[in-house]
C-alpha cells in the first residue's frame, strides 16, 4: 500500500526540550502510545476514522528552534489534515504556554530554582483528548504507574486503531466509538477491574451523544470542572485534578493525592513523613499560578533520579 507522505514546520519557542516534555507525557519506556526512540517521537492519530502517523522532531538552536512533523497516511494529506495535526501537536507538546513568568517566579524560590535549571525547556503536556486523560486516570488508579501502562497498552492493542507500515503494527489510544461494541467484560480481560471497566464503557457510551459534554469543560473554572469532573462514575478528587493538568492543560493544578507528586515533594521539602492533601495545598501555595508546572518538574527530576532519563 502506498502511503501519502507530508512534513510541516512549528515554532517552539525558546526555550524548548522535545524530549523531556515527551517524557513528562510518556512516564514511563514501556509507554506504546507515545513512543520516544531518543530523537523521534512519535503517535498514531485518528483523523474521520483514518489512523495517521506524526513523527515528531526537534531542528535548531536556541532561538530558531522548531519542531518538524512527518505525516504518514493511508490517503490524501489535505490542508485540513495538516491544519488538524498542527493543532494536535501544539496542545499536546504545550507549544502555546509562555514559560517566562513561571521561569521569573522560579528563580526566586529555593526549591524550584534548581529544578528549573536542571530541566530548562520541558513544557506542559496534554493527553489528545480529555477522554484520553479520563481513562487514564482510571486506569492507574490504586495500581502503581507500571501497572497503569501496562493495561493502557493492553487497551490500545485491543481497541485503538491499528496503523500498519513497513516499521510494523502501531496502535492509537481508543475513542469513544471504539468501544461502542465491546462489553464490560471484554475490558476486564485486558487488566481492568470490575468497577474501572464499568466506569470506562460507561463513559465511552456517554460522550459521543453528549449526555457526558466534555466539551463544556473548557468553559468552567477549577472548582466548577472538579466538580463535573466528581459527577462521572470512577472520577474522584485524584483524578479530576489529574485531568485538569493532563487533560484541559490548567497549569495552576497540582494533584495533590498523587502519590508520585506526595513523595517528590517529601524528598525536594526533605520531609520525614509522607506530605497529605491539605499540607501539599500548603506546601505548594508559593508557587501559584504555576503549581502544575512544578507536578512536571519533580515527575522529570524523580524519572532522572531513577535513570530513565
Given at each position: ?36 526512540d531518543g530523537k523521534r517521537y512519535t503517535r498514531i492519530a485518528v483523523f474521520n476514522g483514518d489512523p495517521v502517523r506524526m513523527t515528531v522532531t526537534q531542528e535548531g538552536e536556541e532561538a530558531e528552534t522548531r ?112 468501544f461502542e461494541e465491546v462489553r464490560e467484560e471484554d475490558i476486564k480481560k485486558l487488566g481492568f477491574s470490575h468497577q474501572k471497566a464499568r466506569a470506562i464503557k460507561e463513559l465511552a457510551a456517554a460522550v459521543p ?101
Amino acid at each position: 500500500m502506498k502511503l501519502d507522505t507530508s512534513v510541516l514546520f512549528l515554532p517552539a519557542g525558546s526555550p524548548f526540550r522535545l524530549d523531556l516534555t515527551v517524557w513528562a507525557l510518556r512516564r514511563r519506556k514501556a509507554n506504546i502510545v507515545d513512543q520516544w526512540d531518543g530523537k523521534r517521537y512519535t503517535r498514531i492519530a485518528v483523523f474521520n476514522g483514518d489512523p495517521v502517523r506524526m513523527t515528531v522532531t526537534q531542528e535548531g538552536e536556541e532561538a530558531e528552534t522548531r519542531i518538524r512533523v512527518a505525516i504518514l497516511s493511508k490517503n490524501e494529506i489535505t490542508p485540513q489534515l495538516r491544519s488538524d495535526v498542527r493543532s494536535l501537536l501544539r496542545k499536546m507538546l504545550g507549544l502555546t504556554i509562555d514559560m517566562q513568568p513561571f521561569y521569573a517566579s522560579a528563580r526566586t524560590h529555593d526549591i524550584l530554582k534548581p529544578l528549573v535549571e536542571r530541566f530548562l525547556g520541558v513544557r506542559p503536556p496534554r493527553f489528545s483528548s480529555t477522554f484520553e486523560a479520563l481513562v487514564n486516570s482510571i486506569a492507574c488508579q490504586q495500581v502503581t504507574l507500571d501497572s497503569g501502562i501496562s493495561i493502557l497498552n493492553r487497551l490500545s492493542q485491543g481497541l485503538g486503531v491499528k496503523f500498519y507500515d513497513e516499521d510494523g503494527t502501531s496502535y492509537a489510544f481508543p475513542r469513544p466509538e471504539d468501544f461502542e461494541e465491546v462489553r464490560e467484560e471484554d475490558i476486564k480481560k485486558l487488566g481492568f477491574s470490575h468497577q474501572k471497566a464499568r466506569a470506562i464503557k460507561e463513559l465511552a457510551a456517554a460522550v459521543p451523544d453528549k449526555k457526558i459534554d466534555l466539551s463544556t469543560l473548557e468553559e468552567m473554572d477549577n472548582d466548577e470542572a472538579t466538580d463535573f469532573l466528581r459527577t462521572i462514575r470512577g472520577i474522584g478528587r485524584w483524578s479530576a485534578e489529574y485531568v485538569l493538568l493532563r487533560g484541559l492543560g490548567r497549569i495552576d493544578s497540582f494533584p495533590g493525592d498523587d502519590v508520585g507528586a506526595q513523595n517528590n515533594l517529601k524528598r525536594v521539602f526533605k520531609l520525614d513523613h509522607k506530605p497529605g492533601y491539605e499540607e501539599i495545598r500548603k506546601l505548594t501555595a508559593p508557587w501559584r499560578p504555576y503549581e502544575g508546572l512544578v507536578y512536571f518538574h519533580l515527575l522529570l527530576q524523580n524519572l532522572h533520579l531513577k535513570g530513565v532519563i
